[in-house]
T-cell receptor, first 115, second 115 residues
């Protein structure tokens, strides 16, 4: 079985300061892990993806995430927040088993960026 | 990345009616997935659509309410039957692990409002 927990429902940062969005997962197999962003009234956009290669994954728009198996975590970070980063972020897990890619979404974290 | 096209992009429907949502992928994939995103919430998997067999539904979703067709390897439909206002959501499709574009894209979604 697979599950994902986003530890913060809301995160507020000032523009230019670091962003940390936390995600813990549970997986019976080697997981694929994803972060998606969803801007208001927009579709889902993939930020980055981990699939058992390098544990530090770099994504678009300056985001990166580190896969830590011992901590079952996949936290999303960005060194310096921009106003355009304000959005909803989803952490997603998918077991590398026979489910062929069925994904489980976290509840989401709303990121607010203050000027 | 692959293009996943969904139609319609949005619709306003009367309660008691049905709406069929189409999902077209520009490459062949074995598995396709249908998700629902209720207002202000995360995505929940409705069902897995495997070409040539019955769709597999997640807990809380039934075939009579959400019949799915998968006539070939690039196309699927989801019907929302006998709609009520509680069905007002965004419905999205995505592709499975055998696609080179797995995880990269979701359909743009169908925003359904039931009045």
């Amino acid at each position: 079985a697979q599950s994902v927990t986003q530890l913060d429902s809301h995160v507020s940062v000032s523009e230019g300061t670091p962003v940390l969005l936390r995600c813990n997962y549970s997986s019976s197999y080697s997981p694929s892990l994803f972060w998606y962003v969803q801007h208001p009234n927009k579709g889902l956009q993939l930020l980055l993806k981990y699939t058992s290669a390098a544990t530090l994954v770099k994504g678009i728009n300056g985001f990166e995430a580190e896969f830590k198996k011992s901590e079952t975590s996949f936290h999303l970070t960005k060194p310096s927040a921009h106003m355009s980063d304000a959005a909803e972020y989803f952490c997603v897990v998918s077991d590398l088993d026979t489910n062929a890619g069925k994904s489980t979404f976290g509840d989401g974290t709303t990121l607010t960026v203050k000027p | 990345s692959a293009v996943i096209s969904q139609k319609p992009s949005r619709d306003i429907c009367q309660r008691g009616t049905s709406l069929t949502i189409q999902c077209q992928v520009d490459s062949q994939v074995t598995m396709m997935f249908w998700y629902r995103q209720q207002p202000g919430q995360s995505l929940t998997l409705i069902a897995t659509a495997n070409q040539g067999s019955e769709a597999t539904y997640e807990s809380g979703f039934v075939i009579d309410k959400f019949p799915i067709s998968r006539p070939n390897l690039t196309f699927s439909t989801l019907t929302v039957s006998n709609m009520s206002p509680e069905d007002s959501s965004i419905y999205l499709c995505s592709v499975g692990r055998d696609s080179a574009n797995y995880g990269y894209t979701f359909g743009s979604g169908t925003r359904l409002t039931v009045v």
